[in-house]
């Protein structure tokens, strides 16, 4: 599929099978909605470093610093506020203090409750969290020892790992 390809994805069928799920009450008490697969979640096998620079920094050098090209496929995110410039990437062999559990996707960007239904069992074991989401899914970033830990709590709670 070259860029910029269209993909159609039957987000209604989808939004229709989720609404129970998405109409539940808040997301503590919510089960994850483990039978579809735009749901399962992944591990990836790269770890991953998470950086924070100034606001006011120049980009340009920012990104000429990168560890990874622009344009190899992976997680790259950068996101500048006003507040902070932060770039998650994928990190050198052997370093990262970030590991990554990937929601499949896709999904309906309109869906509410995914991050709070999957975050909501780390909290209550006090896994601290980094969320990244793109127009098709999420990311959520884990400590390297938290990982193990993490999928263990998500799939005691019902989340299907592939």
Same mark, same amino acid.
């Given at each position: 599929?070259?860029? =910029? %390809?269209?993909?159609?994805? !039957? +987000?209604?069928?989808? *939004?229709?099978?989720?609404?129970?799920?998405?109409?539940?009450?808040?997301?503590?008490?919510?089960?994850?909605?483990?039978?579809?697969?735009?749901?399962? #979640? $992944?591990?990836?096998?790269?770890?991953?470093? @998470?950086?924070? +620079? &100034?606001?006011?920094?120049?980009?340009?050098?920012?990104?000429?610093?990168?560890?990874?090209?622009?344009?190899? *496929?992976?997680?790259?995110?950068?996101?500048?506020?006003?507040?902070?410039?932060?770039?998650? $990437?994928?990190?050198?062999?052997?370093?990262?203090?970030?590991?990554?559990?990937?929601? #499949?996707? &896709?999904?309906?960007?309109?869906?509410? =409750? /995914?991050?709070?239904?999957?975050?909501?069992?780390?909290?209550?074991?006090?896994?601290? /969290?980094?969320? @990244?989401?793109?127009?098709?899914? !999420? +990311? @959520?970033?884990?400590?390297? =020892?938290?990982?193990?830990?993490? /999928? %263990?709590? #998500?799939?005691?709670?019902?989340? $299907?790992?592939?």
């Amino acid at each position: 599929m070259g860029l =910029g %390809a269209r993909v159609e994805i !039957d +987000y209604k069928s989808t *939004a229709r099978t989720l609404s129970g799920w998405l109409s539940t009450p808040p997301c503590p008490t919510m089960p994850p909605p483990a039978n579809h697969p735009a749901f399962h #979640l $992944q591990v990836l096998q790269h770890a991953f470093d @998470v950086q924070q +620079y &100034p606001c006011d920094c120049d980009i340009t050098e920012v990104l000429e610093r990168l560890r990874s090209p622009l344009n190899r *496929a992976g997680l790259l995110s950068l996101t500048r506020t006003a507040e902070e410039v932060s770039i998650v $990437q994928e990190a050198c062999e052997g370093e990262g203090r970030w590991k990554c559990i990937k929601i #499949l996707g &896709p999904m309906d960007f309109g869906l509410t =409750g /995914v991050i709070c239904s999957l975050t909501a069992p780390l909290k209550e074991v006090k896994i601290p /969290v980094f969320v @990244v989401s793109t127009w098709n899914t !999420d +990311y @959520v970033l884990i400590s390297v =020892g938290d990982v193990d830990n993490a /999928v %263990a709590v #998500l799939s005691r709670d019902g989340w $299907q790992f592939v």
